[in-house]
C-alpha cells in the first residue's frame, strides 16, 4: 500500500468479500495527456504505474483474477505510432514487471487473437507467460487484441468442431456450460466488478458472456490517476451492494401470497 488513505480504507473491507474476478476497463490515456498538453503516448506512458499498483494491491488482496483491457480489436484504427509505442510500452512492462510478478506470486496469461501482434511482442508474451506459469497465486489476464464477440463466435466454432470430431453434430445442443467451458477465461469464475476508468458508461466488447452479473464501477478518475486509494473505494462500494443474481433478498418478508393479492386488488380498483 503506498499511501494512508489507502491503507484506511481496506481496514473497512471484509476480508471475506474481496471480489474474486475484478476485470478493468483502463480508459482516458489520451485525455489524461491532452489536459497536460502532451502527446497522447505520454497518456500511454503513464498508465503503466496504475497496472503496477493494481496487480500488486490485488494479488497481496486475495483477488484470484483481475482481468485488464490493453488493447481491444478495435484499436487497430489507432495511429501507427500510437500502436507500436502500445507495443513498447507492453515489452517493457513485461520485461520489468516479471520479477515483481513472480515475486506476487502472479501467473501472467494474455488474451485475444495473439497471430496479429508483432512477432517481438509475441516472444515477450510467451517468455513471460512461460516464466510465470508456476506461480500459484492471482491469475493476471491482459486482455490484447480482444473482442468479446469474438471470443463468444471462436467458443461456439469450437464447441461445433468438437461435436464434428465426436460424429454427434446432428444432436448437438449449445448449452452455458458448452460456451463458459470454451472460452479463454473457463478456468476462472466470472468477474464479479468491472471497473471503467474516465467516465465512459459503455462495456466497449468486453467479456460479453462473464460480465453478465458483474457490479459495474464507473469513476471519471482517467486511468494514468487510478490510484490504490481508487482501488479500494471500488472494492468498498462493491461491498456494499446487494448481488442478487436475478433472485430476491428478502429483508423484511411480506407474505408473497397476500402482497400480491392485495396488489391485484388494487389495480383493480385504480383500472375501473
Ligand atoms: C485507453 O485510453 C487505453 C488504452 C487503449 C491502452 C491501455 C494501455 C495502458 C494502460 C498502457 C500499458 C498497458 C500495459 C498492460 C502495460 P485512451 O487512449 O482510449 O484514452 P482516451 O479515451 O482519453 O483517448
Do not use: H
Given at each position: 500500500m503506498d499511501n494512508l488513505e489507502s491503507q484506511e480504507l481496506a481496514l473497512l473491507l471484509d476480508p471475506e468479500r474481496i471480489p474474486r474476478h475484478v476485470a478493468i476497463i483502463m480508459d482516458g490515456n489520451g485525455r489524461w495527456a491532452n489536459r497536460r498538453g502532451l502527446p497522447r503516448i505520454a497518456g500511454h506512458r503513464a498508465g503503466v504505474n496504475p497496472v503496477r499498483d493494481c496487480v500488486e494491491t490485488c494479488a497481496q488482496m486475495g483477488v484470484e483474477a483481475l482481468t485488464l483491457y490493453a488493447f481491444s480489436v478495435e484499436n487497430w484504427k489507432r495511429p501507427r505510432t500510437e500502436i507500436d509505442t502500445l507495443w513498447r510500452l507492453l515489452r517493457f512492462y513485461l520485461r520489468r514487471e516479471l520479477p515483481e510478478l513472480n515475486k506476487n506470486n502472479v501467473v501472467l496469461r494474455v488474451l485475444g487473437r495473439l497471430d496479429a501482434l508483432p512477432a517481438k511482442v509475441r516472444e515477450e508474451i510467451d517468455y513471460a507467460e512461460e516464466r510465470t506459469q508456476?506461480?500459484?497465486g492471482m491469475r493476471l489476464n491482459l486482455a490484447i487484441n480482444y473482442s468479446g464477440r469474438a471470443e463468444i463466435l471462436d467458443a461456439v466454432n469450437a464447441v461445433i468442431a468438437q461435436a464434428r470430431l465426436a460424429g454427434t453434430l446432428d444432436t448437438l445442443r449449445l448449452d452455458e456450460e458448452s460456451i463458459s467451458s470454451n472460452?479463454?477465461?473457463?478456468?476462472l469464475p466470472d468477474p464479479d466488478l468491472l471497473i471503467r476508468t474516465?467516465?465512459?458508461?459503455?462495456?466497449?466488447?468486453?467479456?460479453l458472456w462473464q460480465i453478465a452479473y458483474a457490479e459495474l464501477y464507473v469513476t471519471d478518475t482517467l486511468w494514468p490517476d487510478f490510484s490504490r486509494t481508487e482501488l479500494m473505494r471500488a472494492f468498498l462500494d462493491f461491498q456494499k451492494r446487494e448481488r442478487r443474481f436475478g433472485g430476491l433478498v428478502m429483508k423484511?418478508?411480506?407474505?408473497a401470497a397476500i402482497a400480491e393479492d392485495e396488489w391485484i386488488e388494487e389495480t383493480a380498483v385504480s383500472s375501473k
Open positions: 508456476r506461480n500459484r472460452l479463454y477465461t473457463s478456468d474516465s467516465g465512459e458508461m459503455r462495456v466497449s466488447n468486453f467479456l423484511d418478508p411480506v407474505p
